[in-house]
């Protein structure tokens, strides 16, 4: 079982950077692809970007078209990151860590492990 938690959410101006970050107790994250979600009241939850130890189809990491150019993904040994800048109101989300074996995914229902999430408000 890997216990995820994700930490760093908060409020910040529209323009403003934060960084979310998720570790794994007692888990090192190598055999496992790391992914961000987010979710709005009332609708799916939302991919964002999967980081992998190993290389895909000639990745190690991918972000969403719609935030590639403001988010990057990153991870060290036991901690997943997700560097959000130039936030804008749209990205206010509990934002959401997980985890799967190996094979990256975009698909929320392919993960396994969860995290409790971290609320982002970027107010308008």
């Known amino acids: 079982q890997v216990q995820l938690t994700e930490s760093g959410g908060g409020l910040v101006q529209a323009g403003g950077s934060l960084r979310l970050s998720c570790g794994a107790s007692g888990h090192p994250l190598a055999a496992y692809v790391m992914a961000w979600f987010r979710q709005t009241p009332g609708k799916a939850r939302e991919f964002v970007a999967w980081?992998?130890?190993?290389?895909?189809?000639?990745?190690q990491a991918f972000v969403v078209d719609s935030v590639k150019d403001r988010f990057t993904i990153s991870r060290d040994a036991n901690t997943v990151y997700l560097q959000m800048n130039a936030l804008k109101p749209e990205d206010t989300a509990v934002y959401y860590c997980?985890?799967?074996?190996?094979?990256?995914?975009?698909?929320?229902?392919?993960?396994?492990?969860w995290g409790q999430g971290t609320q982002v408000t970027v107010p308008s």
């Open positions: 980081s992998s130890s190993f290389t895909y189809n000639g990745r």
């Open positions: 997980a985890a799967r074996r190996f094979v990256p995914s975009q698909v929320e229902s392919e993960y396994d492990f």
